[in-house]
T-cell receptor, first 112, second 112 residues
Framework: GQQLNQSPQSMFIQEGEDVSMNCTSS?????WLWYKQDPGEGPVLLIA?????ELTSNGRLTAQFGITRKDSFLNISASIPSDVGIYFC????????????FGKGTHLIIQP | NAGVTQTPKFRILKIGQSMTLQCAQD?????MYWYRQDPGMGLKLIYY???????DKGEVPNGYNVSRSTTEDFPLRLELAAPSQTSVYFC???????????FGPGTRLTVL
């Protein structure tokens, strides 16, 4: 089955730095979503994008739905310790098997 | 309002045993899903349901069965557990926007 190409695989940053991660696909998706997963927990929805070119913010998080509908990025500004975790992108195809297609995740680590 | 709940949190099975993973939601959502997450990977869809009495296969359905007799509950059944089914299982739901899914806390299953 298809998986989205998510990069980078991991990021080591200093507190206060900005973070950028992205997700690409060989096929078109109609919806892009970004989730955060803490250890031992389920994914928590951060941002949902429904329209090509859409730019949406949620506090310090900003995500964009690529014009080609084959990519999306997530930015986190001024990172703080609680941002540590694994970030997943997911795509949904209208008329597909109704499930989401996930990337493998970006592991964000904040160095003291 | 508990959202999506899953039981048990952890379980160890012997090869060949069977068990049912429980999922319940109080959001009155029609759509429900089961995913599995293997180490270092994104989530993959096992089964989904668009409403009570209606279920369909996802990407990786082999070795699993589901039923949906009520809107609230969507149990996942493993009949003959195999080591390949060692994984973390997540239940999810979606409402009016089918493409926007909300996840439970997960069940960590080990088959020895």
């Amino acid at each position: 089955g298809q998986q989205l190409n998510q990069s980078p695989q991991s990021m080591f940053i200093q507190e206060g730095e900005d973070v950028s991660m992205n997700c690409t696909s060989s096929s078109i998706f109609n919806t892009w979503l970004w989730y955060k997963q803490d250890p031992g927990e389920g994914p928590v929805l951060l941002i949902a994008l429904y329209k090509a070119g859409e730019l949406t913010s949620n506090g310090r998080l900003t995500a964009q739905f690529g014009i080609t509908r084959k990519d999306s990025f997530l930015n986190i500004s001024a990172s703080i310790p609680s941002d540590v975790g694994i970030y997943f992108c997911a795509g949904h195809k209208r008329g597909g098997a109704d499930g989401l297609t996930f990337g493998k995740g970006t592991h964000l680590i904040i160095q003291p | 309002n508990a959202g999506v709940t899953q039981t048990p949190k952890f379980r160890i099975l012997k090869i060949g045993q069977s068990m049912t993973l429980q999922c319940a939601q109080d959001m009155n959502h029609n759509y429900m899903y089961w995913y599995r997450q293997d180490p270092g990977m994104g989530l993959k869809l096992i089964y989904y349901s668009v409403g009570a009495g209606i279920t369909d296969k996802g990407e990786v359905p082999n070795g699993y069965n589901v039923s949906r007799s009520t809107t609230e509950d969507f149990p996942l059944r493993l009949e003959l557990a195999a080591p390949s089914q060692t994984s973390v299982y997540f239940c999810a739901t979606s409402g009016a926007r089918q493409d926007t899914q909300y996840f439970g806390p997960g069940t960590r299953l080990t088959v020895l």
